[in-house]
């Protein structure tokens, strides 16, 4: 079974300072990784996506994210955040030749003036 | 190409009574997945389905929960005999054959009085 830790639940920034969201994961098989944002009352959007090849994967809105398969991370990064990325962002992996997403249980980043 | 379709955004019920969530997948696509947040929390996925055919229940309660995707037509997620605990927003995913990344609906966020 995989499991998936955000230890930040919330992840205040002032507008165009960098910005760090933690994703752990934990799987005994090889994983696919994503990121998906929701803005409030909305969809998941997924933003990216690591499936294979280079560790280190861009998104929409400017987010980029590493895979580091030795510390089992997935951090999703921005370098200059904007008031419109004030939203929940969730971690979510699949077992390699799984069906079902397991989830984190979020992060909410509240971008501030 | 219209994005996966969910109805109704918001239902209300009265415990005891019967919720049906509708979920139609993006064209092209004939993998639909169903999770549910309740507040507060992630993403839990509940069914897997292809045309005709469940895949993969076991996210899914033993009892008053049941889901199908019919050959012509859009998936339904059936819960009968609300509770307050069934209160939550709903989501549907789909995906193409063969693909590992899944797409999601807009949500159906249900409330049992």
């Known amino acids: 079974a995989q499991s998936v830790t955000q230890l930040d639940s919330q992840v205040p920034v002032f507008e165009e300072a960098p910005v760090e969201l933690r994703c752990n994961y934990s799987?005994?098989?090889?994983?696919?990784l994503f990121w998906y944002v929701q803005y409030p009352n909305q969809g998941l959007q997924l933003l990216l996506k690591?499936?294979?090849?280079?560790?280190l994967v861009k998104g929409i809105n400017g987010f980029e994210a590493e895979f580091n398969k030795s510390q089992t991370s997935f951090h999703l990064r921005k370098p200059s955040v904007h008031i419109s990325d004030t939203a929940e962002y969730f971690c979510?992996?699949?077992?390699?030749?799984?069906?079902?997403?397991?989830f984190g249980t979020g992060t909410q980043l509240k971008v501030e003036l | 190409n219209a994005g996966v379709m969910q109805n109704p955004r918001h239902l209300v019920r009265r415990r005891g009574q019967e919720a049906r969530l509708r979920c139609s997948p993006m064209?092209?696509?004939?993998?639909v997945y169903w999770y549910r947040q309740l507040p507060e929390e992630g993403l839990k996925f509940m069914v897997y389905?292809?045309?005709?055919?469940?895949?993969?229940e076991s996210g899914m309660p033993k009892e008053r929960f049941s889901a199908e995707f019919p050959k012509e037509g859009p998936s339904i997620l059936r819960i009968q005999q609300v509770v307050r605990g069934d209160s939550a927003a709903y989501f549907c995913?789909?995906?193409?054959?063969?693909?590992?990344?899944?797409?999601f609906g807009p949500g159906t966020r249900l409330l049992v009085l």
């Open positions: 995913a789909s995906s193409p054959r063969g693909s590992e990344t899944q797409y």
């Open positions: 799987s005994s098989v090889s994983v696919y």
């Open positions: 690591y499936l294979s090849g280079s560790t």
């Open positions: 979510a992996v699949k077992a390699g030749g799984g069906n079902k997403l397991t």
């Open positions: 064209k092209g696509h004939s993998h």
């Open positions: 389905l292809q045309k005709e055919n469940i895949i993969d």
